[in-house]
């Protein structure tokens, strides 16, 4: 059979519990083309690990939040912690390489993390002020929580989102962009913190 998949359409993704995926789960994806960055690209329209999109801004439930990622490290994470919380500090000279992008480990060679350049397209072109922003963008993105470098403890969630781009600032921070109540913008934090995953493809 021919596979006519193509963007906008639903993609139905077996996880397995694993080296990237921290539990066995069937996530059905929604996808949207936009050109948010500056070019058409496609997007998932939910975190990656999420079961279902987030039903609002401030969307607290494990279902929407989906699982976290430390900079350049395909493990996942899910709240509780699991797998076991082992990596504290990060310190490598490194953009997230492609044998450990999740995105294209679980959904596929397509796709892959936003650079800091189509994080700071899609939060200019978006006008994105705040979570409401981000959240009312054909995007959805909502205020998942993170999980803090320390002891992988969850932050944040309901108030707070942060999603990783695969580019780093420094041997020990990476940018990401984050999105709150009252504003949206690029900044850095460690490596070693868990963020949200949104994946696009070409």
């Keep these: 059979t021919v596979n006519t998949w193509s963007c906008g359409d639903n993609l139905i993704v077996t996880h397995t519990i694993g080296d990237v995926a921290p539990e066995t789960k069937t996530v059905t ?3 949207v083309l936009t050109d948010l960055t500056g070019s058409d690209k496609c997007w998932i329209t939910q975190n990656l690990g999420a079961s279902r ?3 609002s801004a401030t969307d607290k439930s494990e279902d929407a939040a989906g699982w976290y990622w430390q900079f350049n490290r395909k493990q996942g994470y899910k709240v509780g912690t699991s797998p076991a919380w082992t990596i504290t500090s990060i310190n490598e000279s490194s ?3 492609a044998e450990n992008d999740p995105c294209a480990i679980l959904l596929g060679t397509d796709w892959r993390i936003p650079t800091k350049t189509e994080w700071e397209a899609a939060d200019a072109n978006g006008g994105w002020n705040n979570y409401n922003d981000t959240y009312s963008s054909v995007l959805k993105l909502h205020a ?3 999980l803090h470098a320390s002891d992988g403890s969850l932050w944040g969630r309901g ?3 942060r999603c990783w781009s695969s580019t780093q600032i420094s041997n020990t921070d990476g ?3 984050g999105f709150y109540s009252s504003y949206s913008n690029m900044n850095s934090n460690s490596k070693a913190f868990g963020f949200s995953l949104r994946c696009l493809r070409d």
């Design 29 to 31: 994806y929604g996808t």
């Design 53 to 55: 999109q987030a039903s």
């Design 95 to 97: 953009a997230w390489t």
């Design 144 to 146: 998942a929580g993170y």
């Design 159 to 161: 108030s707070d989102g």
């Design 175 to 177: 940018w990401r962009l």
